[in-house]
Each structure stands twice: as structure tokens, then as C-alpha cells.
């Protein structure tokens, strides 16, 4: 029999190691992570000065050569600005979007693709093996399920990351007034019908999971640097596919539904704003709303060139390498 207070020990210690990795995971990446979001949701069109706006699209001209800032000139920016609160900008719903995550794909995992005994009632109970197609299936489910999921989180995420308002960390009724719309307030579903924003999501989402299942199919025991030589075309096709996602998927998020700037301005009424802006948002004036993804893909290309699209490709190029290389680098009987 299992005694129980060990079990409920076992329980409490596997929740606070997740909870501590979770937490000292982002409060690392976040500040990489936030400034990413300005960096490539940064409106910088080809001709003329350009707006440095707030929200509500009142603002003052700024030459391109401040608007146009690369990735670590971002962050230089946002930390005089904002200060390091600016870069934590996003945590909390990130932390929410993360614990999701984990009790959605969790289960799944543990049920399907785990690689160990669970003692249960004086018996063992072993994980089912299952066929390549239905790990396929799961690992794409796993991948899937919580994107659409929080694909309303991802939304606040960028909005809270790319606000000038200064939002408090525990008063959400606040800073849902400032980043979401009247309509949208009234309404929290059409956030999945926000246009391009889940297609966007949802492609991104099926690309980790395909390189991952390629490499361990096709390559299972190559040496590194031929498993290199035989992945490398195909993550920088990868990466010339994904890293407009992730562009337009940050500028479709910052869009609002049935917004009006005199609604924004009074949704954000009881917050401060930071005199000075990080970045420039695409307004009306700009041009009108983009419409769906090949819409945002076809003025992003006419009003700001392609370069704009591949901002910071090279760290999408790492992150989609991790998961190749993770199975590399790890020992055998972890993997067994």
C-alpha cells in the first residue's frame, strides 16, 4: 500500500519544483522575452518621420533613425525609459499563460509519452507504448491545445507588454480596462476571432514539434555533426517560415475590436502613462486595420519592407534548434 502522506509529499515537493523552475525560468527570459514583442511590433514605415503615438494615437514626431532601433537597442531604450519594471512588463499574465500550459500538456504527457512506473494501490502502473502515429498525434495535441487555448492571454501579454501605462501587477481590473476595448470587455470571445492572431498562433505552434519528431525519426543515432549537416537546410527554411509569424502575430495582437481612441483613453483613465514612448503603434491615420494574415503580411510589406519581417530571426533560429539538440546532449538512460 502507499502511504499517503508520502504521496501527498511527493505531490507538494513535484509543485513547488515546478512552480520555482517556472518562476526563475521567466524571471530570466522575460526581459528578453518583452523586449522582443516592442522590437518587432516597433512600426517603422519606409518614408517620412513617423509618430512616436501612445494608445490612443496623440503623440510627436520621431525620426526614424530613434524609431528604428534594433533588439538590444529595444531593451536599451525600454530600461531608460520604463526602468527594469519595463522589462518585467507581461509577467503576470505570462505566469498565468504558463501554469495553463503545464496542467493542460501535463497530464497528457505523463499518461502517453512518460518513461516511468507509477505506484498506485500496492500496483505498477506502466504508460501504454504507443504507435509512432499516435505520438505523433499527442505530440501535435500537446502542442496544439493550449495555444488555442490561450490565445486571449497571448493577446493581454503583448498589449501589457507594449502599453505606455504603468499597470499595476494586482489590480487586473485596471489594466483590463487599459488593454482591452470596451467591446472586447463586454465580449472576452471575440478576442479568438482578433484577425490573423490564432491562425498566426497555430501555425507557429505546429513547427517545434514537426523539426523535434523529424530528428528523432529520421535521425535517431547520427553523430551530432551529421545530424547537423542534415538539419541545418530545413531549420533555416524553418526559420524563414516562422519569424514573420511571430512578427505579425505581435502587431495583430496590439489590434483592438470596436476600439475608438477616445474609448482608449478612457479605458486607461486611472493609470499613469509614461511621458516618453518606447515604441511606435500603427494607427488609423497609418492606414486602415490589417484585415487577417496576408493582409498584415502584404503592408508590412508595402509600407515598412521585408526586413521588418525577419527582426531577430536569429533568435528564432535558436529556440527552434533547442529541441533538436536537447535530445543530443542528453544522457541515455534519461532518455530510455
Known sequence: ??????????????????VLSIGL?????????????????????????????????????QSRSDANLSYFGMMKRVHRVEGWSGLYKGIMPTIIATLIAVVVAAPVSVLLVGGFEHLRHGGIYTPPRVSGVVLWVVTFAISIIPVLLLVPIQIITNRAITTPHKLAAFAPAAG?????????????????????????????????????LLRVSAFPHLHLALTLGGVLPLLV????????????????????????AAAAAAGAADTLIHTEHVMTFRTDADGAPYTGLLDCYR???????????????????????????TPMFTPPTVLA
Open 1 to 18: 500500500m502507499v502511504d499517503p502522506i508520502s504521496l501527498i509529499v511527493s505531490i507538494v515537493v513535484g509543485v513547488a519544483a515546478t
Open 25 to 61: 525560468t521567466l524571471a530570466i527570459t522575460m526581459p528578453f522575452l518583452g523586449v522582443l514583442v516592442r522590437y518587432r511590433a516597433n512600426y517603422t514605415p519606409k518614408t517620412g518621420a513617423v509618430r512616436l503615438d501612445d494608445e490612443t494615437g496623440a503623440g510627436i514626431l
Open 176 to 212: 483590463l480596462r487599459a488593454l482591452l476595448s470596451p467591446a472586447e470587455r463586454a465580449h472576452p470571445l471575440l478576442l479568438y476571432l482578433a484577425p490573423g492572431v490564432a491562425p498566426a498562433l497555430l501555425l507557429e505552434a505546429l513547427v517545434s514539434p514537426t523539426l523535434s
Open 237 to 260: 527554411l524553418t526559420t524563414a517560415f516562422t519569424t514573420p509569424l511571430q512578427v505579425m502575430a505581435a502587431r495583430l495582437t496590439l489590434q483592438r475590436r470596436g476600439d475608438t
Open 299 to 325: 503592408k508590412m510589406l508595402e509600407e515598412e519592407g521585408w526586413r521588418v519581417l525577419y527582426r531577430a530571426w536569429w533568435l528564432a533560429a535558436v529556440l527552434l534548434l533547442l529541441p533538436i539538440l
